[in-house]
């Protein structure tokens, strides 16, 4: 039976550029950081003690499905949303929505990286 979600991808422009937003804006930490056959780099993030992974990948020119850019369907989680919106924005982060609370209960912001991706903040692990 499937246990855990271990991997999930994001495609960027430029997986050195990728780095600096992910580890030194976002603070994930690095889990796999190599060479790839074909002269690229792959590199594996989490938050700190999370298991699962995101990978920064660069789409490969023959398959134009693999778009950048939009909403990823990533959701971090956070215990103070407000704490972590005004660090995250002081260190350079684009936030495209604050902090506010949904019909639905929770409180959620919405940020970009560098590439135009989009991913949801919300409070809470429920």
């Known amino acids: 039976m499937i246990k855990r979600i271990k991997l999930t991808g994001v495609f960027v422009n430029d997986v050195d550029g990728a780095y600096d ?15 790839t056959a074909d002269g690229g780099r792959w590199l594996e993030l989490a938050p700190p003690g999370a298991e699962t992974r995101l990978a920064v990948i660069v789409p490969q020119p023959e398959k134009p499905y693999l778009a950048l850019g939009g909403f990823t369907h990533i959701v971090f989680s956070t215990d103070d949303i407000q704490a972590t919106y005004e660090a995250l924005s002081a260190r350079g982060v684009r936030f495209i ?12 912001a919405q940020f970009a990286d560098p590439d135009g991706n989009i991913f949801l903040l919300v409070e809470g692990d429920d």
């Open 21 to 35: 937003f992910y580890v030194n804006k976002l603070g994930l930490e690095i889990k796999d950081d190599q060479p």
């Open 97 to 108: 929505e604050q902090p506010a609370r949904q019909i639905w209960g929770a409180v959620q």
